[in-house]
């Protein structure tokens, strides 16, 4: 099965009081309403609706140029216990919240009963006002793929820059006016135009730096807010990103060598950091070879680095191991997504104007592997890495500046976070329900985003505070469901992005 690897933290409690006066930030009457018109959605499961709304592309000039934004609603299967709408994003950057919700459910039946289910395509995607790429520019910027010479790195500088110009022509200002503070407006359009007088709110990954900057922004408009694999918006530069996400797959290869070496059935018993440190220099120094194509550093760490992520994957893992050392590579079953191009392509405007890990030059370049190499000595590097790759050459302006988060006068918010999560790492929604003082609940396991998979610990305390409002008890922590080496489902919340290594 062909997996796109996933990249890609929130908001809180200053006043635990519903009514507490609005702050600073707030702007309650310069978003418009707009009309929602519903017709039945084409090639949806069950009973969904389809619709567009009109909003200001540049919020400074609320008069000026309008775009769509695309929605799709699920209705509460029970109208006379409807509590409200739920709206839902599955992360990215770029995932579609309109497919999301035309494809599934989300939660219980209680939660089907209760909610109306309101999925959003953030702009630049699917049904709202698209982001357009040339793909042969797109194509132009995988191909190059990491640098690991001086002249790679300004070729890449150059055809991100190229990327982004032509995109600026296919697609107008709208380029540079799709960071995450934009969709925050957009979604209090959303709640405005929905006739909600509080929003509810459930964000994975991605989605959960729309609930953080929602809740900074609005905070006394919402009702109950659910944030799943957290990112972290205060990381303070381009290591702190590289280096938490770094750690996450260095934690899970220690889990993943822990349990080889003690199981003498597993293929690399006794050894398994031994053969994997070995591969790993011979891709470094050029003479890995797997089935007759040499493997870089970045190549090997692309596939069987991120099979470390995946306890049900490690048994098999270890056989590839083996036979890679004894130069007989079995077929690769999990790829990276850097061959994938598509005109609609919103990673730049959104990542890297959101985040702005751009590196100056190769040699920054290069001192960010050696300082990972040092402090993660057995992975050295993460796929999601590559992020900071699609912005060198500062190809959007950085426009949504990091920073701690900070919340006032919103109802008490909860954040969930997995120990093994490799993309938004555990870390970040630590750091995340620490500034916001968000009730985090921890899952024990592996997966990146947990809720709605039907494992009880973590949905019960989620739709017991969504319906009643019951904030969930400090400390919950919930045991881990992966078994090594026995595959276990994909959960609810890993859609596939859009970015060299989408987040989600």
């Given at each position: 099965?062909?997996?796109?690897?996933?990249?890609?933290?929130?908001?809180?409690?200053?006043?635990?009081?519903?009514?507490?006066?609005?702050?600073?930030?707030?702007?309650?009457?310069?978003?418009?309403?707009?009309?929602?018109?519903?017709?039945?959605?084409?090639?949806?499961?069950?009973?969904?609706?389809?619709?567009?709304?009109?909003?200001?592309?540049?919020?400074?000039?609320?008069?000026?140029?309008?775009?769509?934004?695309?929605?799709?609603?699920?209705?509460?299967?029970?109208?006379?216990?409807?509590?409200?709408?739920?709206?839902?994003?599955?992360?990215?950057?770029?995932?579609?919240?309109?497919?999301?919700?035309?494809?599934?459910?989300?939660?219980?039946?209680?939660?089907?009963?209760?909610?109306?289910?309101?999925?959003?395509?953030?702009?630049?995607?699917?049904?709202?006002?698209?982001?357009?790429?040339?793909?042969?520019?797109?194509?132009?910027?995988?191909?190059?793929?990491?640098?690991?010479?001086?002249?790679?790195?300004?070729?890449?500088?150059?055809?991100?820059?190229?990327?982004?110009?032509?995109?600026?022509?296919?697609?107008?200002?709208?380029?540079?006016?799709?960071?995450?503070?934009?969709?925050?407006?957009?979604?209090?359009?959303?709640?405005?135009?929905?006739g909600e007088k509080?929003?509810?709110?459930?964000?994975?990954?991605?989605?959960?730096?729309?609930?953080?900057?929602?809740?900074?922004?609005?905070?006394?408009?919402?009702?109950?807010?659910?944030?799943?694999?957290?990112?972290?918006?205060?990381?303070?530069?381009?290591?702190?990103?590289?280096?938490?996400?770094?750690?996450?797959?260095?934690?899970?290869?220690?889990?993943?060598?822990?349990?080889?070496?003690?199981?003498?059935?597993?293929?690399?018993?006794?050894?398994?950091?031994?053969?994997?440190?070995?591969?790993?220099?011979?891709?470094?120094?050029?003479?890995?070879?797997?089935?007759?194509?040499?493997?870089?550093?970045?190549?090997?760490?692309?596939?069987?680095?991120?099979?470390?992520?995946?306890?049900?994957?490690?048994?098999?893992?270890?056989?590839?191991?083996?036979?890679?050392?004894?130069?007989?590579?079995?077929?690769?079953?999990?790829?990276?997504?850097?061959?994938?191009?598509a005109v609609e392509?919103?990673?730049?405007?959104?990542?890297?104007?959101?985040?702005?890990?751009?590196?100056?030059?190769?040699?920054?370049?290069?001192?960010?592997?050696?300082?990972?190499?040092?402090?993660?000595?057995?992975?050295?590097?993460?796929?999601?890495?590559?992020?900071?790759?699609?912005?060198?050459?500062?190809?959007?302006?950085?426009?949504?500046?990091?920073?701690?988060?900070?919340?006032?006068?919103?109802?008490?918010?909860?954040?969930?976070?997995?120990?093994?999560?490799?993309?938004t790492v555990y870390?970040?929604?630590?750091?995340?329900?620490?500034?916001?003082?968000?009730?985090?609940?921890?899952?024990?396991?592996?997966?990146?985003?947990?809720?709605?998979?039907?494992?009880?610990?973590?949905?019960?305390?989620?739709?017991?505070?969504?319906?009643?409002?019951?904030?969930?008890?400090?400390?919950?922590?919930?045991?881990?469901?992966?078994?090594?080496?026995?595959?276990?489902?994909?959960?609810?919340?890993?859609?596939?992005?859009?970015?060299?290594?989408?987040?989600?």
């Amino acid at each position: 099965m062909k997996r796109s690897l996933r990249m890609v933290g929130i908001a809180a409690v200053a006043a635990l009081a519903m009514g507490t006066a609005i702050v600073a930030t707030q702007t309650a009457s310069a978003e418009p309403t707009a009309k929602i018109a519903w017709k039945p959605c084409k090639d949806a499961e069950g009973k969904v609706y389809c619709a567009t709304i009109k909003v200001p592309l540049d919020y400074s000039d609320p008069h000026g140029e309008k775009i769509k934004i695309g929605l799709a609603k699920r209705p509460a299967t029970k109208p006379d216990k409807r509590i409200g709408a739920l709206v839902v994003n599955p992360g990215g950057p770029g995932g579609s919240g309109v497919d999301m919700v035309k494809n599934t459910t989300v939660g219980s039946k209680k939660m089907q009963e209760r909610f109306d289910l309101i999925g959003f395509d953030p702009r630049g995607i699917n049904t709202s006002t698209q982001i357009k790429c040339e793909e042969a520019d797109i194509e132009a910027t995988f191909d190059i793929g990491l640098p690991t010479t001086k002249k790679k790195f300004t070729k890449l500088a150059k055809a991100n820059k190229k990327l982004a110009d032509g995109c600026r022509k296919l697609t107008g200002p709208l380029f540079d006016h799709a960071d995450n503070l934009h969709v925050v407006r957009d979604i209090e359009v959303i709640r405005k135009s929905l006739g909600e007088k509080k929003l509810n709110f459930l964000g994975y990954s991605y989605g959960t730096l729309m609930g953080q900057q929602y809740a900074e922004k609005y905070p006394t408009k919402i009702r109950s807010m659910v944030l799943d694999g957290n990112m972290d918006h205060s990381l303070e530069s381009t290591y702190a990103f590289a280096s938490t996400e770094t750690g996450a797959v260095e934690r899970n290869f220690n889990e993943f060598a822990k349990w080889c070496d003690s199981d003498k059935k597993c293929a690399l018993s006794g050894k398994t950091a031994k053969v994997y440190g070995e591969l790993r220099e011979l891709a470094k120094a050029g003479k890995l070879v797997d089935e007759g194509e040499k493997l870089d550093f970045y190549e090997f760490s692309d596939y069987y680095g991120f099979a470390v992520n995946e306890p049900g994957y490690w048994g098999e893992l270890a056989k590839e191991l083996k036979a890679l050392k004894a130069g007989q590579p079995k077929q690769n079953k999990l790829k990276s997504a850097s061959d994938r191009a598509a005109v609609e392509y919103v990673f730049q405007s959104m990542f890297c104007a959101d985040w702005g890990l751009g590196l100056k030059n190769f040699d920054e370049w290069k001192q960010l592997n050696a300082d990972l190499a040092k402090e993660h000595p057995n992975t050295q590097w993460s796929s999601y890495n590559a992020n900071i790759a699609g912005c060198v050459g500062d190809p959007v302006g950085y426009t949504n500046k990091r920073k701690p988060l900070e919340i006032e006068g919103a109802p008490p918010l909860v954040m969930i976070g997995n120990l093994g999560d490799y993309a938004t790492v555990y870390p970040w929604s630590q750091v995340a329900a620490e500034q916001s003082g968000a009730t985090l609940i921890t899952y024990e396991g592996y997966g990146h985003t947990i809720y709605g998979g039907g494992y009880s610990c973590i949905d019960k305390p989620v739709e017991s505070y969504f319906i009643d409002l019951k904030k969930p008890a400090d400390g919950i922590s919930c045991d881990s469901l992966e078994t090594p080496g026995k595959s276990t489902k994909d959960r609810t919340g890993d859609v596939a992005g859009v970015g060299p290594y989408s987040l989600n």
